[in-house]
């Protein structure tokens, strides 16, 4: 037998020729920051300046919304906005705040392709689900449109459930929530209008039923802005029967100061 037929037969020689390709591509391609693209020693982290710029979400937060405190009002405590405004899921948990290299990270899963993002973000995202992942019976993601989905290729909140999935041991229900309704994208739209956007835009797959009935939902999409899209799909898996549904979104938008 050759050597390089000897080589490619024998298991140790294919861990080596893996080595070489991937030194190989090191020196073609050497890590990256993901915030700021400044060099690293490892793929996939950040730079010194750019992990301190990341704003996790960490308590004390409202128990409904999670939007966090400036203060610590003691536990269980719910912001004016839940208040005002009951969303029709039990909470909501965000990993971080939508700025700087979060937000960067939403931007290059989003529009970039960059879906080797996902399982960093998800595992962030399982930090910040608050056990409420642990407990429940299924992982739902935010649909698109058929026709945005053959546009895009993914669904950046399917990738993000899909590892979340993975990583916790859940169940992954890629296609239970359906959206029948063509919407336009939310961005630049006031609230009303997101609202207006999303009405009537999401059902549940013919057959799937069951998937929902008396479930422990957790419901996942990229980043919550207004909470239109989230407050519409929670409520068709609510109308279907689901016993309790989290919100779970790798960022949150947060205007001022926390």
Not at 179 to 204: D, E, H, W, Y
Request: charged fraction near 20%.
């Amino acid at each position: 037998m050759g050597q390089s037929e000897k080589l490619f037969s024998d298991e140790g020689g294919f861990g080596m020729l893996r080595g070489f390709f991937r030194g190989v591509g090191r020196f073609i391609y050497p890590p990256s920051c993901l915030g700021c693209g400044c060099k690293t020693q490892n793929d996939g982290a950040f730079c010194v300046a750019c992990w301190a710029d990341i704003r996790f979400i960490e308590r004390p937060y409202c128990e409904v919304l999670g939007i966090p405190f400036t203060y610590d009002h003691g536990r269980g405590i719910v912001s004016a906005e839940a208040i005002a405004s009951p969303p029709p899921f039990e909470r909501l948990r965000a990993a971080t705040v939508h700025d700087g290299p979060a937000r960067k990270l939403v931007h290059q899963l989003k529009y970039l392709d960059r879906t080797d993002l996902a399982r960093l973000m998800a595992s962030w995202m399982l930090r910040a689900s608050d056990g409420t992942v642990a407990a429940c019976d299924c992982i739902v993601p935010i649909p698109l449109h058929r026709r945005r989905f053959l546009a895009r290729r993914f669904n950046q909140s399917a990738e993000l459930a899909r590892h979340l999935a993975a990583l916790s041991g859940k169940s992954f229900l890629a296609s239970t929530l359906v959206r029948v309704k063509p919407t336009s994208r939310q961005v630049g739209l006031s609230a009303q209008a997101r609202k207006l956007n999303v009405r009537g835009a999401f059902a549940i797959a013919a057959g799937r039923e069951a998937d929902i009935m008396g479930k422990r939902v957790v419901l996942v999409d990229d980043v919550y802005t207004t909470g239109a899209t989230v407050a519409a799909a929670a409520r068709r898996l609510k109308t279907a029967g689901a016993a309790d549904v989290t919100v779970l979104t790798f960022a949150m938008a947060i205007s001022g100061p926390i």
